[in-house]
T-cell receptor
Framework: AQSVAQPEDQVNVAEGNPLTVKCTYSVSGNPYLFWYVQYPNRGLQFLLK??????LVKGSYGFEAEFNKSQTSFHLKKPSALVSDSALYFC?????????????FGAGTRLFVKA | KAGVTQTPRYLIKTRGQQVTLSCSPI?????VSWYQQTPGQGLQFLFEYFSETQRNKGNFPGRFSGRQFSNSRSEMNVSTLELGDSALYLCASSLESASSYEQYFGPGTRLTVT
């Protein structure tokens, strides 16, 4: 079955420190991978994507992610965390299904950045 | 460009009633997807429409249905509401071309069933 796993329910990091939010996937074929962020009481916002090309992709708000095909991972990173980065982060993969496509989301990782 | 809009933002219904939620995608986006978000189940895919055709459906009962109009606006209907249908319903639109497959989400409709 095609799936996305976010092994950590919660990540805690101090402001100014680097952060990593982990994501692994299981799909057939070449994956289209995404990261989304959800701030309290708001919808999801697109952060970044990997379709093809460079394994390191850069996105909004200083975030970046590294696609690792051999480890089937797509971890989200930021060199220096801000308190305002505290939010719920979702990893997602676009897969083919029933003649169309659908996006499968991970369970989400809650990031807490402490001042 | 205006973002994805959803109406209404909040709804309170009683068991057995039905409800219709509306979504207007970003101009030019032909794909609209619907998701149910709950604390326990996370984000669950409901269905996806592209050019007025349902391309995909998630594992939800037939009480959940939807449609897309020629202007790409979409509606979702839930009949015979159950307490477990209480959730945040999110609509997302996507361009679906030229490697632009990312989804843009609306603020959601929070449905409470009593």
């Amino acid at each position: 079955a095609q799936s996305v796993a976010q092994p950590e329910d919660q990540v805690n990091v101090a402001e100014g420190n680097p952060l990593t939010v982990k994501c692994t996937y299981s799909v057939s074929g070449n994956p289209y991978l995404f990261w989304y962020v959800q701030y309290p009481n708001r919808g999801l916002q697109f952060l970044l994507k990997y379709i093809t090309g460079d394994n390191l992709v850069k996105g909004s708000y200083g975030f970046e992610a590294e696609f690792n095909k051999s480890q089937t991972s797509f971890h989200l990173k930021k060199p220096s965390a801000l308190v305002s980065d505290s939010a719920l982060y979702f990893c997602a993969v676009r897969v083919g299904a029933s003649g169309g496509f659908k996006t499968i989301f991970g369970a989400g990782t809650r990031l807490f950045v402490k001042a | 460009k205006a973002g994805v809009t959803q109406t209404p933002r909040y709804l309170i219904k009683t068991r057995g009633q039905q409800v219709t939620l509306s979504c207007s995608p970003i101009s030019g986006h032909r794909s609209v997807s619907w998701y149910q978000q709950t604390p326990g189940q996370g984000l669950q895919f409901l269905f996806e429409y592209f050019s007025e055709t349902q391309r995909n459906k998630g594992n939800f009962p037939g009480r959940f249905s939807g449609r897309q109009f020629s202007n790409s606006r979409s509606e979702m209907n839930v009949s015979t509401l159950e307490l477990g249908d209480s959730a945040l319903y999110l609509c997302a639109s996507s361009l679906e071309s030229a490697s632009s497959y990312e989804q843009y989400f609306g603020p959601g409709t929070r449905l409470t069933v009593t």
